[in-house]
Structure formats: C-alpha cells, structure tokens
C-alpha cells in the first residue's frame, strides 16, 4: 500500500512540476493569445515591439555590438502620434512570442512611413534582413528570422486563392480566414534538406554564383511532394554533384527565412572514397570541390572577405555559427579529430 502511495504521489508530482513549469506556462499563454482576439489586443498595451520597415529590421549599434531594441506601448503610440497615425496601427503587428515573465512580443512593419524619420527619431537604422541574423546574437538572429517571415507571410497572403476575396488576419496574426469562403490559412514552412558529404577524410563543400565572394557551404534543396528526408538527400547530391550517398545520418534543424519561411533539416552523408570524383552541376552550382581537415580549420577562423590571395580572389571562408551550415562543418571537425 505504500509502495503504491509513492508511486501516485510522485506521478502527481512530475504532473504538477510539468503545470507550472515557465516553459509549460508560457507556451499556454502563447496559446491563448493566439486564439482570443480580445486577450491579444489587450496584451498589445503592455508588450513590446521589434520594428520592420519593408521587412527590415531595425537595429542599434552600440559599440561593437548591433543590438535589437525592444519598444514599448507608449514609445509605439508616440511614434505613430509624430507621423499623425492612430493606434490602429498597433492591429498590424504579429506575435511572435513573450518572456518568461508573460511580457508579449511584437512584430510591427513600419512600411508605409518614412524610413529616415524612423531612424532619426529612434537612433538606429533598418538593416537588410541577411545582414543583420549574422551581426547580432543567437536568440536575437533567430527571434528576426521568424518575425520576419510572419510579416512576409502576411503580405503574401492578403487574398483567398479560392475567391479572390479579401483574407482577415486574426489580432495575434497567426493566421488568416476568408470569411467569404470560409478558408482559414496558417502560415506554412517548406522543408529543406542541408547535407555535408563526406568521403572519410575530406568532406564537400559548394558555392551558388549568388553567393558572397569566396564563401562555401554544404549542399542544399527543397523536398520534393512526397519524398522523405532520406530520398531528398540522396537526389540532391546525386543531381548537384554527381554522388551517390551510401548512408546518411540526421544531425539538426533550424528555421531559416530565405527565400521563403524554410526548415533547415541538417544531415551528414557519406559517400565510398573510390567514387568520389566530383561531377558537378553547372546550372546549379559555380563550384564544388573536397575540403581537408586542415583547410577546413583555417576556414572557420576567417571572417568574411578577410583574406585576399595575389589573383585578388579570395580564400575560402564559410558560413557564420548562426547558420546551421557552420554547425555541421564543425561537428565533421570534431568527428575527425576526435
């Protein structure tokens, strides 16, 4: 009897640590934003907002560092005051999460008002968006990405593409109906394979002609309708580079927001060293070629265009650690050295 008293009251327990963890219960209030309009509209006087114009963010500089300023409802309201707009405005903005403290955040794109006055007022500027995820932190890079991919979302998407009538977003912003059909649409990610390949001892890496100069990464392509994560994997390498994969393995996966709002699913895939030759596809691809372990460490050193050779090209460097291309680079470095 005991035994069996212990057993509920521990079971009882995890039930209740689990119901008032912050992170259960920040997730549930996320959750009721999203579906009471009144709640949300309420939350907008008291949250904070992270500025857009033309979906660029807007940041500081402050020193060295770019920081990524947080306004509240009464510096928003004075804002809009100076250019004679109401607070309807506030109705425009996204939801796109709150703090451990049950303080909403916003995203709000200023578009339509004038760039220059914004930025004068407020002391920063309006950063291009692949820009700015590489110059500031972590949680801030992947806070932009997904604000910034909700704001475009909404601007794609002002229409059914049944009817051709006009589509309502909901106050938190995630989602939109068509009261004329009744269609609701949420925002939607495509999925997007990025694979490091390795022949052992040396792994591969590629670059697109749109690419900053002197910059490799790992190979990348959407799924396509009805292929798994395996057989996307395969088919890219396949077509990109002329390989045929013999095993893969899964290693992360980010959100990423170009060109589209995109899930990054990272994979590491071998391929036998005797039929490694290197096939590439021009039309995708401007170069593609195998990397040594000690090229690979002299890369993740360089910074971006920082080091120039006598033809005036420059020596390869790779993707910075915001992106999840770099996470995988760095975990073959450890797997060789380890």
């Known amino acids: 009897m005991a035994a069996i008293y212990q057993a509920v009251n521990r079971r009882a327990s995890s039930l209740a640590c689990r119901l008032h963890s912050t992170y259960v219960r920040k997730m549930r209030y996320l ?22 114009h033309n979906l660029s963010p807007f940041l500081q500089k402050a020193g060295k560092k770019y920081l990524v300023p947080q306004l509240g409802g009464a510096e928003m309201k004075r804002i809009l005051e100076k250019f004679k707009e109401t607070e309807e405005w506030i109705e425009k903005s996204v939801l796109i999460g709150c703090s451990d403290e049950h303080v909403p955040h916003f995203a709000l794109d200023l578009g339509a008002l004038e760039k220059s006055v914004i930025e004068s007022e407020l002391q920063g500027s309006f950063t291009d968006i692949r820009k700015a995820l590489f110059i500031v932190d972590g949680n801030d890079s992947s806070l932009l990405a997904s604000a910034q991919s909700l704001l475009r979302w909404h601007d794609s998407h002002q229409y059914c593409s049944k009817t051709g009538q006009p589509t309502q977003k909901n106050v938190a912003g995630s989602k939109r109906v068509c009261h004329a059909s009744g269609i609701t649409y949420y925002p939607q990610m495509s999925p997007v394979v990025i694979t490091l390949v390795s022949d052992g001892s040396r792994c591969l890496l590629a670059r697109q002609p749109s690419f900053p100069q002197g910059m490799y990464t790992a190979l990348s392509g959407f799924c396509d309708l009805g292929e798994n994560v395996e057989e996307t994997v395969r088919r890219e390498v396949a077509e990109e580079v002329g390989l045929e994969v013999e095993s893969l393995c899964y290693s992360a996966s980010q959100h990423w927001p170009f060109p589209s709002s995109c899930l990054m699913i990272a994979c590491h895939a071998s391929v036998r060293a005797h039929q490694a030759e290197i096939s590439m596809n021009s039309l995708e691809l401007e170069e593609a070629r195998w990397f040594g372990l000690e090229e690979i460490v002299e890369g993740l050193k360089r910074e971006p265009g920082s080091s120039k050779q006598d033809d005036g090209s420059l020596l390869p460097w790779f993707p910075p650690k915001q992106a999840i291309a770099h996470q995988l680079i760095c975990e073959w470095v450890k797997r060789q050295t380890s």
């Not at 959750?31 to 949250?47: F, I, M, P, V």
């Open 31 to 52: 959750n009721e934003l999203k579906e009471d309009d009144s709640l949300c509209r309420q939350a907008q006087t008291s949250g904070t907002f992270y500025l857009f």
